[in-house]
């Protein structure tokens, strides 16, 4: 018996399989955390143990390249997902554990892991892998065609070290790659939006996205008005969180500002890594800047009939809906739509 029930992508599935004339989803939205590179199975400890010494960090998570891959297998391997998987378009993004736990939380964050010996292994083969397994099916084939890194990739004997090089400079600057991407299908458009890799974290500074990544991401919400009947935002974080840990998660930025002194930025700082207080809310000029970009996307002519933020992260579901300023609401119906668990 499993505890967690049925695993809701088998159960999608196995529902297809059994009735190919019937509604199939038109395509699969995974909001990160595709793979767990911090919490192996028990399986993947047995394997990790056979190539090494588990007593040495990062101990029985995922250290290389060679060990990714071997977590994407084991994730994917389940007959019914590699099935699901190749009948259904999927887009993907990640979220900190498709790297480790609070991955890019903050500046100190950040310094304390790269002063460790493992480090830069995992966070280059992270990236790599990901490249490879989820982001080159989530670029359009136009795109694809055009996209320089998977042609220097292509033409080489051997890609790992162009594409080694590639991670290593998306690590160094968070604007060196774009993970963030769009897709149109049909009059519904998809804005995938990366809400890791792109964060500016000096406290004075803090945002969910750089300036030129921000810029990119309202480029394309409001491109083409009118050719678009609903517009969906994916982002790993949820914009809309329960009013209470909205309100906490803002009192805590403001701590690790130090406008209570340095002695709360500290204890702000290590409140933020034990509960996870990282979504739009603990960036509130990155909150108040999705909040505009969204009611302007939603407003006059051409506006869409909805937009909905999609999200995941959290370990629950739930549907939120915003309530505006009288009269300074967009004309679109705009929804918060978080699902995170699997089962």
Known sequence: HDPVGPDALDTLAARIAADPAAERPDVLLLLGDQVYADQTSKATQRWLAARRDLTDPPG??????????????????????????????????????????????????????????????????????????????????????????????????????????????????????????????????????????????????????DAAEAEWVREQALADPGTYDHLLIGTSLPWLLPHLIHDAEGWNAALCRGERGERWARFGENLRRRSDLEHWAAFPASFEALTALIAEAGSGPGAPATICVLSGDVHHAYVAEPSWPAGNGPDARVLQLTCSPVH
């Not at 795109?143 to 070290?161: F, I, M, P, Q, W």
Request: with cysteine.
């Open 60 to 209: 029985a998570q995922v250290a290389d390249y060679e060990e990714y891959t071997h977590l994407y297998y084991e994730s994917w391997l389940d007959p019914e997902v590699r099935w699901l998987l190749s009948t259904v378009p999927s887009s993907m993004v990640f979220d900190d554990h498709d790297v480790i736990d609070d991955w890019n939380t903050s500046a100190a964050w950040v310094a304390e892991m790269r002063a460790t010996p493992w480090w830069r292994e995992r966070i280059l083969s992270g990236l790599m892998s990901y490249w490879v397994h989820q982001h080159l099916g989530n670029l359009p084939p136009d795109e694809l065609a055009r996209d320089k890194l998977y042609a220097s990739v292509c033409a080489a004997h051997d890609g790992t070290d162009v594409l080694r090089a590639f991670a290593a400079a998306a690590d160094a600057d968070a604007g060196a790659a774009r993970w963030s991407y769009r897709r149109d299908f049909g009059r519904v458009r998809l804005l995938m939006v990366d809400t890791r890799a792109a964060r500016v974290l000096a406290e004075g500074e803090r945002a969910m996205l």
